[in-house]
């Protein structure tokens, strides 16, 4: 009376080698997990570029192509070239990232540059992988 019968048992490997077969490649292209952790990690750079715009007073531009990323200040903080290297919050200079390998990088409208009040220059979007990085123009709102 208790127990499992043959057909419990049949069934319960046939979804557990459905479930292997699917999932199971997954954990080991890395491939999938690096182009979340550089969507992630670009995502915050772009985040911490706006709010280091608006606590430092200086207009920060965020560069976003098929290289990476990279975080730089205007020479004089409020306008001209953007030749400063930016300080990440650890102590980084600069305070860029390189594109994994196997990551893929589409059509980007980036660079983007944040004024003293954390306003975007203009709407920019990139797509890393199956991640899409998103500006708004008006708000500024990152996502």
């Known amino acids: 009376m ?3 019968t043959l057909v419990e048992l049949t069934m319960v490997i046939v979804i557990i080698g ?10 080991f292209d890395r491939q999938v997990f690096d182009e979340r952790l550089f969507y992630e990690e670009s995502l915050a750079a772009v985040r ?8 430092s007073g200086c207009r920060i531009q965020v ?4 290289n990476g990323y990279r975080l730089r200040r205007a020479d004089n903080c409020t306008s001209g070239a953007y030749g400063t290297e930016v300080q990440g ?19 980007s409208t980036f ?14 979007s990139a797509t890393l992988g199956g991640f899409t990085i998103s500006v708004t123009a008006d708000t500024g709102m990152v996502q």
């Open 2 to 4: 208790r127990g499992f």
């Open 18 to 27: 459905i479930l292997a077969a699917v999932v199971g490649p997954r954990f």
């Open 48 to 55: 911490y570029a706006q709010k280091l715009a608006v606590a």
């Open 63 to 66: 560069s976003l192509d098929g």
């Open 89 to 107: 919050p650890d102590g980084q200079i600069p305070f860029a990232a390189s594109l994994p390998n196997g990551v893929g990088f589409a059509a």
């Open 111 to 124: 660079p983007v540059v944040f004024d003293s009040l954390g306003r975007p220059s203009a709407a920019a």
